[in-house]
C-alpha cells in the first residue's frame, strides 16, 4: 500500500528557531513535493523535487529552503520560523509515469509562538 | 491568484441527499482530478477526468468536464455522514515535464448530517 509519512503531526517552535519537516515516502517516487495549507488559500506549493538532489520552486518558496539527498526523503526547512508560517504542512509524492496522481502524507501542524 | 475557484465554499447536507460541487479554471489543463481531506488530515485523491473526456463515474461519485466554460463539477450521491470532509480540484496544466505540478483550488467543505 502507498505510504507517505511525516516525521510529526504537531509542532510548536519558538520564532527565529531553525526547523525541520521531515517527508519519506516508500514508492520509489521520483517527484515529492511540499505545500502549505491554509483557511481560504486552498494548497499552496513550495517546493518540489523532481529527482534526488534537484529542486525547483513553487509558488511561495520564501522563507523556506528543501533537501533531497536520498530518493524517498524530502525535507523542508524553515532557516529561521517566523510567526506567518504557522500552518499545515502537507507532503505528497508521484511517479514520473504517472505524474500527476499525488498521494498524501498526514500532514503536520506547526505552530510558531 | 488560484487556478481553481471552488463553488460552494460550505455545504451542509442530510444523509441520503445528493452533494454538488463546483469547480472553475482559468488556462488550458491536460487533466482535472477531485480529492477528499478528512478534517486534520492528508489528500486522498478520488477521480481523475482528462480533459478530453465529458464525464467519468466512479462508485457514488460523477465527475463532468466542460473544457468550453473551464468548469468541473463533482456530484456525490446518496451521501453518507463519511462523506464529511473538504473536497478540493486540482489542475494538471502540463508544460512542466514529467513533475505532475498541479494547481489546487480552495475547496469545498461538505457537512452531511445523520
Known amino acids: 500500500d502507498v505510504k507517505v509519512t511525516q516525521s510529526s503531526r504537531y509542532l510548536v517552535k519558538r520564532t527565529g528557531e531553525k526547523v525541520f519537516l521531515e517527508c519519506v515516502q516508500d514508492?520509489?517516487?521520483?517527484?515529492m513535493f511540499w505545500y502549505r495549507q491554509d483557511p481560504g488559500l486552498g494548497l499552496r506549493l513550495i517546493y518540489f523535487?523532481?529527482?534526488?538532489?534537484?529542486?525547483e520552486k513553487g509558488d511561495i518558496p520564501e522563507g523556506y529552503s528543501v533537501s533531497r539527498e536520498k530518493k524517498e526523503r524530502f525535507s523542508l526547512i524553515l532557516e529561521s520560523a517566523s510567526t506567518n508560517q504557522t500552518s499545515m504542512y502537507l507532503c505528497?509524492?508521484?511517479?514520473?509515469?504517472?505524474?500527476?496522481?499525488?498521494?498524501f502524507g498526514p500532514g503536520t501542524r506547526l505552530t510558531v509562538t | 491568484s488560484q487556478q481553481g475557484e471552488e463553488d460552494p465554499q460550505a455545504l451542509s447536507i442530510q444523509e441520503g441527499e445528493n452533494a454538488t460541487m463546483n469547480c472553475s479554471y482559468k488556462?488550458?489543463?491536460?487533466?482535472l482530478q477531485w480529492y477528499r481531506q478528512n478534517s486534520g488530515r492528508g489528500l486522498v485523491h478520488l477521480i481523475l477526468?482528462?480533459?478530453?473526456?465529458r464525464e467519468k463515474h466512479s462508485g457514488r461519485l460523477r465527475v463532468t468536464l466542460d473544457t468550453s466554460k473551464k468548469s468541473s463539477s463533482l456530484l456525490i450521491t446518496a451521501s453518507r455522514a463519511a462523506d464529511t470532509a473538504s473536497y478540493f480540484c486540482?489542475?494538471?496544466?502540463?508544460?512542466?515535464?514529467?513533475?505532475?505540478?498541479?494547481?489546487f483550488g480552495q475547496g469545498t467543505t461538505l457537512q452531511v448530517k445523520p
Open positions: 523535487s523532481y529527482d534526488v538532489k534537484m529542486k
Open positions: 486540482a489542475t494538471d496544466v502540463g508544460g512542466s515535464g514529467n513533475t505532475g505540478k498541479l494547481i
Open positions: 477526468i482528462r480533459s478530453n473526456e
Open positions: 514508492m520509489d517516487h521520483e517527484n
Open positions: 505528497a509524492s508521484s511517479s514520473w509515469t504517472v505524474p500527476y496522481e499525488q498521494y
Open positions: 488556462t488550458s489543463i491536460n487533466n
